[in-house]
């Protein structure tokens, strides 16, 4: 039978190895996040400067002003659209690698707390005589931090979610008023 240096020590190097691994997981995950934005934002810088140079072509050879606005309004519509799915596209992103995040911390808390909760257990079986006391706090300390982390993953996901609203309410306004831009300026026509 161990000793409960033993098991201590055990159970410290087991959990930093899971520490550690999560630490690598979530770097990892990070890692594709930060990418696919880069990605996005690529794709988007480089729409952008082709997109940029065939309309300033197109109002370059406005023959009077009537013909630039006309061609200015036909423009304000697809750039807000894109906008909005540019948004929608980020807001994406980083919920998916949010949600990899939580899934992936969830598993480590989960397996730790139930590595921890059953050395605690193994521990009580064979504690000596009035350390009940001792081992009610250590308990309670694994329930406390449990519900810590918890109220965490709880936290994160609602800063997500508004983040995901924010975006998706800030893309309808700018597509809106992209709209009435290009309804004004048709209605002067």
């Known amino acids: 039978m161990f000793s409960y240096q033993d098991q201590f020590s055990a159970a410290t190097k087991s959990n930093l190895q899971a520490q550690l691994d999560l630490i690598n997981t979530l770097t990892a995950k990070a890692f594709e ?16 400067l082709e997109e940029s140079a065939a309309a300033a072509k197109q109002l370059a050879a406005a023959k009077d002003p009537q013909e630039l606005l006309s061609l200015a309004a036909a423009q304000a519509q697809p750039g807000a659209e894109k906008a909005a799915a540019y948004g929608r596209h980020l807001a994406g992103i980083v919920s998916a690698t949010q949600a990899e995040f939580t899934k992936a911390a969830e598993a480590q808390v989960a397996e730790t707390s139930r590595k921890v909760g059953a050395l605690i257990d193994e ?6 005589p009035g350390s ?7 308990k309670a300390t694994l329930t406390n931090a449990n519900a810590g982390y918890e109220q965490l993953t709880k936290s994160t996901k609602q800063a997500v979610e508004t983040l995901e609203a924010n975006l998706s309410n800030a893309a309808k306004q700018f597509t809106a008023v992209a709209e009435k831009t290009a309804a004004t300026t048709r209605s002067k026509k």
């Open 123 to 128: 521990i009580s079986k064979n504690a000596p």
């Open 33 to 48: 996040g930060v990418e696919k934005i880069v990605e996005l934002n690529l794709s988007a810088a480089k729409a952008s």
């Open 132 to 138: 009940e006391q001792a081992i009610s706090l250590l």
